[in-house]
């Protein structure tokens, strides 16, 4: 059978991709990076960049914080936060509405949101706090996170360590013996009360 000339160079196409998608379909060779696929190259540099900088970028966050709570530990405090007056919420445990801050000699009112002592049976507690990195009294209110939490002091008391966007550093000590301080899902917020 003798092939006219346009049918003869349909099936020299036809056997020509056939070709093309047979070398689409193997599997790339990946020992060697000079047989890599460009785009593979440039995707598995994005995800290592992604990584690194992510890394680098919470190593640096947490030095920063720690670097503060050192600073702060090492030197007397700038002014002393007392809360005391609080309220009791079924599974809850006893929160804090509001407090004092005392810097500089003048005593301010202090609202407080997102902390509470999750002890059963607690009925009256008082938190004391040693604020320092405290500049100007506008760079205390704020939200605070826990930068360490759940450690003892003397007495069984609670002790939790908080900084906020400032870098304002408050150590709060529970004095009611065994009661342990917990902060809400967002950290706390202090702000100036009327």
């Not at 047989?35 to 947490?62: D, N, Q, T």
């Not at 939200?143 to 908080?162: C, D, K, L, R």
Request: net charge positive.
């Amino acid at each position: 059978m003798s092939l006219t000339g346009a049918r003869r160079i349909r099936l020299e196409r036809a056997y020509a991709d056939d070709e093309v998608d047979r070398r689409r379909r193997e599997p790339v060779q990946c020992f060697d990076r000079a047989e890599m696929r460009p785009y593979h190259k440039s995707r598995v540099r994005r995800l290592v960049m992604r990584r690194l900088v992510i890394g680098v970028l919470a190593v640096g966050g947490l030095v920063a914080a720690l670097a503060g709570l050192a600073v702060a530990q090492g030197k007397e405090a700038d002014a002393t936060l007392t809360l005391s007056d609080g309220s009791v919420a079924v599974g809850i445990g006893f929160s804090w509405g509001k407090g004092t801050l005392s810097y500089q000699g003048k005593m301010y009112p202090v609202k407080v949101e997102g902390l509470s002592v999750g002890e059963v049976g607690v009925t009256r507690a008082t938190v004391k706090g040693d604020v320092s990195n405290l500049a100007k009294l506008e760079d205390f209110w704020g939200n605070y996170v826990a930068v360490s939490a759940g450690a003892t002091a003397a007495g069984g008391a609670g002790v939790t360590v908080m900084m906020n966007q400032n870098g304002v550093v408050i150590e709060m000590t529970s004095t009611t013996q065994g009661a342990s301080l917990k902060l809400g899902a967002e950290g706390i917020r202090l702000t100036r009360a009327n």
